[in-house]
Structure formats: C-alpha cells, structure tokens
C-alpha cells in the first residue's frame, strides 16, 4: 500500500521548488550530516530559519510559512538531528549540540545574521542559539515554548496532559496513541536567565496558541516575565501547540508583522 505522507511529501516539495526553495545536505563534521532547505539562489534580504518541534520534521511542520515568505525572505527550514534527513553517528542528545550543528550549518551556507523562529523543542533549541551564538542570531519568535524542560515545568504540563513522562507522550507507539497525541497539541485539528544576552532579550516576540495543553498561557506569561518588559506576546484564538500547522493563514499574517517589524529595527541598528 502507498503511504500517503510518502506522496504528499514529494507534491509538497516540488511546491516549494516553484517557491524558489531546494534540498541541501551538509557535512557538519565527519558522522554528522544536516538536511536543511535553503534558497535556490542567495540575495541579500533577512534571513529567517524554521526550527522544528519534536516528532516533525522541518518542512512538514514549516510548509505553509515556507510559502508565505519565501518571496520576503531568506528563508531556511533546517531538520534536527535524529528527524528527517538529519544524521548523526554522535550519542550526543543535547539541545547544546542541536544548537551548535544548526548553527554550523548555517554558517556553512554564508548565513552571518538571522532571525529564529522555534516551536516547541524548536524554541528550546533557538534559545541555546542565541545563547551559544549571540553574533548569529539577532531576534527571535518563539510559539509555545520554554527556555527549558525545569522540573516545575515538566510536572505541570504532564498533568495537564495526562501523561507520566514526556517519551510516553513524545514517542507514540501506535495510530491510536498518535492521533491522541495530535488532539492534544492542537486546539482543534485541520527572572533573566544570565546565559541570554541583553541584545537577543529586546528582539523576542512570543507568538502563542490560545489553547495550547502543553505550554499554557500562563507558561507564556511566566516566559515573557523571565525574557522582560521589551519582549512583546501576542495569542492566536481557537489554537493549540501546534498553531502553525492549525490555523497557518492567521499564524502567517501575524508572523509576518512580527519579521517585517524585527527587520526594520535591525536595519536601525545595523
């Protein structure tokens, strides 16, 4: 029997080609290897990268931002290590080194400065770019995230969630198990940290559903309180974890006033 994501895959990325978008894998070093879509052709306007949450790969999670500003933007949807096209012989499963292979990566393809958007584990990841790479990253989005998996955090969106750990939530077994998993992140389907430098703190924007089970309005509340006053949070009705994906046209015209406008301040400063 075919599978359908094999199909919807392939339609999706001759799409995106006809977007100006193409493939790349890149050795990182030797045993690690990074697939990463990038612009056909490099110019000189903003770049913006997609980080991924767990259990997706990039361009799935992406597909509809990718298609909304990649005529705006240098836009590059990278997969993390151990998802997608991302390899790696190194037992290594830090955020850290996420952090430290996108961030070769991306250097590798002549990226010098850009904005990060994250989701989920993508967040976790962007802010130890930003922590790890001051001088690339010089804003960022982040939707239903976190700085870190704390205890507090952990336990209380567990119980929200009804799981006991995150691997019983994160690493469905079955069809059954992944669409409850689903209809959990999505609303409905269709103090300063010192590591984060004061630069990186006046460039966030949270960008939040309404109705995430995960990372609640409160979580955004807390983070927004932790990353200070400049940091700006906006929330998307009717949505959940995943609100990219659940409700992409209202995430797209948000996300796009949030760029144009962190483009504009970096283009003051620069």
């Known amino acids: 029997m075919v599978n359908i994501i094999t199909i919807y895959k392939l339609l999706l990325h001759g799409l995106l080609k006809l977007v100006g978008m193409t493939q790349r894998t890149i050795e990182i070093k030797p045993g690690t290897i990074?697939?990463?879509?990038?612009?056909?052709?490099?110019?000189?306007?903003?770049?913006?990268?997609?980080?991924?949450?767990?259990?997706?790969?990039?361009?799935?999670?992406?597909?509809?931002?990718?298609?909304?500003?990649?005529?705006?933007?240098?836009?590059?949807?990278?997969?993390?290590?151990?998802?997608?096209?991302?390899?790696?012989?190194?037992?290594?499963?830090?955020?850290?080194f996420q952090a430290e292979c996108m961030a070769k990566g991306l250097r590798k393809l002549g990226v010098e400065k850009c904005t990060l958007v994250g989701v989920s584990y993508g967040g976790m990841v962007g802010f130890k770019m930003a922590e790890m790479y001051p001088d690339l990253v010089e804003s960022m989005v982040v939707t239903c995230s976190v700085m870190g998996l704390t205890e507090s955090v952990t336990n209380a969106a567990l119980e929200r969630i009804g799981y006991e750990s995150w691997v019983d939530f994160l690493l469905p077994k079955t069809a059954d198990a992944l669409k409850v998993q689903l209809d959990i992140a999505c609303y409905k389907l269709p103090t300063l940290p010192a590591f984060v430098y004061k630069h990186i703190l006046e460039k966030i924007h949270l960008l939040w559903g309404e109705n995430d089970k995960i990372f609640d309005m409160q979580v955004a509340r807390n983070l927004k309180e932790q990353v200070g006053q400049n940091a700006t949070m906006e929330s998307i009705e009717k949505a959940g974890h995943l609100v990219n994906l659940e409700r992409p046209f209202v995430y797209n015209r948000q996300l796009k006033t949030i760029l144009a406008s962190l483009v504009h301040a970096n283009g003051q400063h620069n």
């Open 34 to 96: 990074l697939n990463i879509w990038v612009p056909k052709k490099t110019t000189k306007k903003h770049a913006v990268v997609l980080l991924h949450p767990f259990g997706f790969d990039g361009i799935l999670t992406w597909q509809f931002q990718v298609l909304a500003l990649a005529k705006t933007y240098e836009v590059y949807v990278p997969d993390f290590l151990f998802f997608g096209g991302s390899v790696t012989d190194r037992p290594d499963r830090t955020a850290s």
